[in-house]
């Protein structure tokens, strides 16, 4: 059977494609610009023999979402970055009783209320400081509608194969973006279970907590749960590398949208005879260091593109470790960068190389 | 010489663990009842709880059977996903303190109740913060001192304390709501019977049962003391009674009945 070719905005999109991927419960809470994924949930979920229920807020959401994930099924919420901001407590407590949920945070301009068009300002908060303590989650950073829908089962996948949460970050753009999507044919895969919480007495039962009253013990479990992300670490860096085959000595460093947005500039740039490429992680953590490591010395200059004021830079900085010049462009407050910006500074920038 | 025989012995739903609670604290009694309801009905790889943040924290040392730990107040949330996920045979239970349900915890307990989750919540209401060492609770008394209220509970700085079951009762959903006491024998036996009805009925909606509770050391009396006070000034306030049963509702909630439903003739989108 061909595979259906559908029209359809990023945000429901996503929906459909966590719904194909055996994800039957969806909790949320109201906020722009991500409305359309829990509106689409509530059509849909019914539909399916799954449940849709609108919280009372993004705390009660994410702690809806630690319960189910204790019952051991697949589950989400959506929300966008304010909202986000306040599942970080329930977000490290998934991680702390290593729960396997998957979160979508469709980003928005901040700080504080900030406005509602498309942004990349929570790079760091979903990286670096989403939820208390000593913790990881891997953060996947579509940059397609398509890539966003075949990114669904995987972020299902992961967080079932590491019990640990997993992120998709997008922004108002790939949310609203209408583009023909196909859904993947693969049913979703099956995962061990046997740890939730479902009514089990004696040497069986299953608690599902992440306190550990004696320092050492929770050391320990702490070292555990490290062992788990150096796992993901080693294993899950994804990348694309986009006109690199040439080792250009510009490369660009950009993510989701504004990566897409830095390929039409490249081919620009291209007609022009300047020589740039792409280095666009699709993990955003586990940051790609490996491959971004291996073109260090093959490039003369990284330019980073962001939808902020720079936040994935501290990343490329960290592989680069000053052996390259690492520049900066970025458009905040949801101002999306355009591809003339774009052009233009790399060919600022390229004057800047000399021969 | 008749026989011996064994009249008392710990409910198979309890571990071997001995609770860590200060003498004469009543978490011990409460942990016990539900225990005892567990044997009765039969349902300890049934049910599965939801233990809170205050001094029940390690509640899931002491019950054998599933556990989940929520963080301070959102154990409603918490059963809400165990509640909507797990098979519809389960019980599951909420083990929520003053502090957890009535102050940071507000939004999740009325809309698990305003939902009608299929949940049973045990409130234990001690009038204060036991864990943090004290504190003022939403159901401190007037006039009550804790170490945040060192000149007693001025309600003109901080309102009067709030009565979770009486506010409750002016939902719809909710299918039974009391408030029973663990000061004594008779109240003690009077509060099985309302957690037995509670998990009894919690397969048909949102049951709630709060259980005036002691906390010797944070009232700073000794465990006798603190059965008298409790009885002294909390009952006032706090007036034990069934407050919702299958077949009641209150006026208030009786206004929003149930079957009142808008028709809905706005332009199909």
Known sequence: MAQERLLMKGTEAIAEAAIRAGCNFFFGYPITPQNEIPEYMSRRMPQ?????????????????????GGSGVRVMTSSSSPGVALMSEGFSYIIGSELPVVVVNIMRGGPGLGDIAPSQGDYAQMTKGF??????????APSTVQEAVDMMALAFDLADEYRNPVVLIGDGLIGQMMEPVVFPATAPKQFDKSWAATGHKGKDRKIIHSLYLEPEELERHVLKLFRKFDAMEAKEQRHEMFMADDDPPIMICAYGTTARIAKTAMRELRKKGIKVGLFRPITAWPFPNVALEAIVDKTRSFLCIEMNMGQMIDDVRMVVRGRRPVSFYGRTGGVVPTVEEIVKKVIEHNATLGA | MAEEQVIFKRPAALTEKYFHYCPGCTHGIAHRLIAEIVDEMGIQEKIVGVSPVGCSVLAYNYFDFDFQEAAHGRAPAVATGMRRTLPEDRYIFTYQGDGDLASIGMAEIVHAANRGEKITVVFINNAIYGMTGGQMAPTTLPGMRTTTSPYGRDTTLCGHPIRMCELLNTLVEPRFIARGSLSQAKHIIKAKKLLRQAFELQHEGF????????????????PENSL??????????FPLQVFREPGTMPETAKKYAPDLKVKDDKKES
């Not at chain 1, 939820?131 to 996947?140: P, Q």
């Not at chain 2, 709630?208 to 906390?215: A, K, R």
């Open chain 1, 48 to 68: 399916v023999g799954g449940l849709y229920l609108q919280a009372e807020s993004e705390v009660s959401a994410i702690n809806m979402l630690y319960g189910a």
């Open chain 1, 131 to 140: 939820g208390h303590g000593d913790k990881h989650a891997i953060v996947l």
């Open chain 2, 207 to 222: 049951t709630f049962v709060e259980l005036l509770s002691t906390c010797p050391t944070g009232w700073g009396l000794t």
């Open chain 2, 228 to 237: 008298l006070w409790l009885e002294r000034n909390m009952m006032p306030f």
